[in-house]
């Protein structure tokens, strides 16, 4: 074969391999939308406790795998035990008062009524004249007496225990009570949800306070978080496929769909904007976060997929 026949062949074929990759490079871009800004994103929880005190046990360490409910740490509880025990005592105590004069009060209604009962019958009996008036008025004087013990009894009911104010003051004694008993129970601290355990700032013996940061839980939950540009999201809805690639292990796709698009662009939803109505604007095209989900089920045990770590999702969108 001569050259001039062989440079022939050879620009055909490189004519038509130009040609197949023009047409993969137009059905790859028309159908397929894709992008290198892009991570994994995980719920991250900052766990702290809700009441103050010495760490008393640590029941964690570092990276590792928690449960839903799992005990993470103790507080010492030895002033909140106190604090309940007293408050259980001061709710008990009013109880206790708010009962006896109550029991009180039906004992003297009972005595008043038999007193009442006793004076109508020594009445009918002197009018008959069959009882002298120094009966009737000692019925007379036993019924005043009951009576006014009623009266100091309803009294001490109004002013102790059975009035609003008394009844608000037994709630709000209740309500301390059901408060000291959270705090003790807040010593206790649990883990919110399965994760595991990262930035661990914790020890045993260690003070700490409410709201302080004792360490991160990162979520079993993950997602990709992909920046697309704007002229790229036009054809993109919820639903379409996903092939995602994760630069930690490059020869597998993993599968997943478009969850969501978020309804402002990146810099939009940043700590500080953009102010677009300058003098000196110049357009920059702009990002858009789109949320990404797996569909598939990962292994942890084969693939260690955590937060931040960098992918490049490709999505169908024809």
């Given at each position: 074969?001569?050259?001039?026949?062989?440079?022939?062949?050879?620009?055909?074929?490189?004519?038509?391999?130009?040609?197949?990759?023009?047409?993969?490079?137009?059905?790859?871009?028309?159908?397929?939308?894709?992008?290198?800004?892009?991570?994994?994103?995980?719920?991250?929880?900052?766990?702290?406790?809700?009441?103050?005190?010495?760490?008393?046990?640590?029941?964690?360490?570092?990276n590792?795998?928690?449960?839903?409910?799992?005990?993470?740490?103790?507080?010492d509880?030895?002033?909140?035990?106190?604090?309940?025990?007293?408050?259980?005592?001061?709710?008990?105590?009013?109880?206790?008062?708010?009962?006896?004069?109550?029991?009180?009060?039906?004992?003297?209604?009972?005595?008043?009524?038999?007193?009442?009962?006793?004076?109508?019958?020594?009445?009918?009996?002197?009018?008959?004249?069959?009882?002298?008036?120094?009966?009737?008025?000692?019925?007379?004087?036993?019924?005043?007496?009951?009576?006014?013990?009623?009266?100091?009894?309803?009294?001490?009911?109004?002013?102790?225990?059975?009035?609003?104010?008394?009844?608000?003051?037994?709630?709000?004694?209740?309500?301390?009570?059901?408060?000291?008993?959270?705090?003790?129970?807040y010593?206790?601290?649990?883990?919110p949800?399965?994760?595991?355990?990262?930035?661990?700032?914790?020890?045993?013996?260690?003070?700490?306070?409410?709201?302080?940061?004792?360490?991160?839980?990162?979520?079993?939950n993950?997602?990709?978080?992909?920046?697309?540009?704007?002229?790229?999201?036009?054809?993109?809805?919820?639903?379409?496929?996903?092939?995602?690639?994760?630069?930690?292990?490059?020869?597998?796709?993993?599968?997943?769909?478009?969850?969501?698009?978020?309804?402002?662009?990146?810099?939009?939803?940043?700590?500080?904007?953009?102010?677009?109505?300058?003098?000196?604007f110049?357009?920059?095209?702009?990002?858009?976060?789109?949320?990404?989900?797996?569909?598939?089920?990962?292994?942890?045990?084969?693939?260690?997929?955590?937060?931040?770590?960098?992918?490049?999702?490709?999505?169908?969108?024809?």
């Amino acid at each position: 074969m001569d050259k001039k026949k062989l440079k022939k062949i050879i620009l055909i074929i490189f004519i038509v391999v130009l040609i197949i990759a023009g047409i993969a490079f137009y059905i790859n871009s028309t159908h397929y939308q894709s992008t290198d800004d892009a991570y994994i994103e995980s719920d991250l929880i900052q766990i702290a406790p809700r009441v103050s005190g010495q760490i008393e046990e640590i029941y964690i360490k570092d990276n590792q795998r928690i449960k839903e409910g799992d005990l993470i740490a103790k507080i010492d509880d030895s002033d909140y035990k106190v604090k309940y025990e007293q408050a259980q005592a001061n709710y008990e105590k009013a109880l206790y008062s708010q009962k006896v004069a109550k029991a009180r009060l039906d004992a003297i209604n009972s005595e008043i009524k038999s007193a009442e009962k006793d004076l109508k019958r020594y009445k009918n009996l002197y009018q008959a004249g069959a009882v002298s008036q120094q009966v009737l008025d000692s019925a007379q004087t036993k019924y005043d007496n009951t009576k006014a013990k009623l009266l100091a009894a309803e009294e001490d009911i109004l002013s102790s225990s059975n009035n609003k104010v008394a009844d608000a003051n037994l709630k709000a004694l209740k309500a301390l009570r059901d408060q000291a008993e959270l705090y003790l129970k807040y010593t206790e601290i649990v883990a919110p949800n399965d994760g595991t355990v990262t930035n661990k700032n914790v020890d045993k013996g260690k003070y700490v306070q409410v709201g302080q940061p004792l360490f991160t839980l990162v979520s079993d939950n993950i997602w990709v978080e992909a920046n697309y540009k704007e002229n790229q999201v036009g054809a993109m809805k919820p639903g379409q496929p996903v092939e995602i690639k994760i630069d930690a292990y490059p020869k597998k796709k993993f599968k997943g769909k478009i969850d969501s698009i978020q309804r402002a662009s990146g810099a939009k939803s940043s700590l500080f904007p953009p102010e677009n109505a300058v003098g000196s604007f110049v357009k920059i095209v702009q990002r858009i976060p789109v949320k990404i989900i797996f569909t598939e089920d990962i292994d942890t045990d084969e693939y260690n997929i955590v937060a931040g770590m960098s992918v490049e999702p490709r999505v169908k969108i024809k």
